[in-house]
């Protein structure tokens, strides 16, 4: 695989970064994961606009321009010949000679910039997306700041291995009894025709891919609902689904074990995802 650091495209094996960088010892800095379909990049823009956003929350400068950041992307889909698949990019703070709590001069200390790809022949036609995913919910123990695409993803990982653990697919966090949102994507659940997610806050990361289903759902005359939503109401929905770039839409089908609507993919979601693949493709 050839992969992107610094300005230079290379193979995996030559590729390097510090061991002083920031990213590895403090996890100071954001990412994100663009999909890929039909050698196409999906909703980019929407990508690179929050991109922008997360690194001014941190303070940091953007190192590379977005037609730049395109270009890269482009590029790497075509020497990796991806289909199907996805593009990770990472900006870090760099690497400052030592370990310092304090942010390095960014005059004297780069950003660190490093973006691969994942080929994932057989995305869209995932079959999962049929049966649906089982989910369990924990407590939601990040930090404030969860609108900020940082690369401070133990937590979540964790949760995951919680899931895995009790047999499941993944987890939904809940805090003060609301669900916040996927280890990974955003949560929504359906009941009746109305489609209802967490509104945008702090608390959540303002997925890409929500905005655009919402954006769908809206366009199909479906009624859409962004307010908290607690556990017990999840469990009592006639659907509930998850939304990310790397899942687009799928179904969720049993919340700790209590199954959803009739334990089967309802109707909002399957639909929901045809749209949202129909007008990505
Ligand atoms: N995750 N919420 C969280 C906590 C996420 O990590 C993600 C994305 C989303 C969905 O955002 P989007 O629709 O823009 O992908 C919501 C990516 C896919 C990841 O970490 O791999």
Partial sequence: RTVYVNGEYLPETEAKVSIFDRGFLMADGVYEVTSVLGGKLIDFDGHAVRLERSLRALEMASPVTKDALLEIHRELVRLNGIDEGMIYLQITRGAPGDRDFAFPDPGRTPATVVLFTQNKPGLANNPVA????????????????????????????????????????????????????????????????????????????????????????????????????????????DEAFVTSASTFVMPVVEIDSARIGTGAPGRVAPRLREIYLEESL
């Fill in 130 to 237: 049929k049966k649906g995913i089982k989910i369990i919910s924990i407590d939601d123990i990040r930090w404030g700041r969860r609108d900020i695409k940082t690369v401070q993803l133990l937590y979540p990982s964790m949760g995951k291995m919680m899931a895995k653990k009790a047999g499941a697919d993944d987890a939904w966090m809940v805090e003060d009894g609301f669900v916040t949102e996927g280890t990974s994507n955003n949560a929504y659940i359906v009941k009746g025709n109305k489609i209802i997610t967490r509104g945008l806050s702090h608390d959540i990361l303002h997925g890409i891919t929500r905005a655009a289903v919402l954006r769908f759902a809206r366009e199909a005359q479906m009624e859409v609902e962004e307010r908290n939503f607690t556990l017990e109401e999840a469990r009592e929905a």
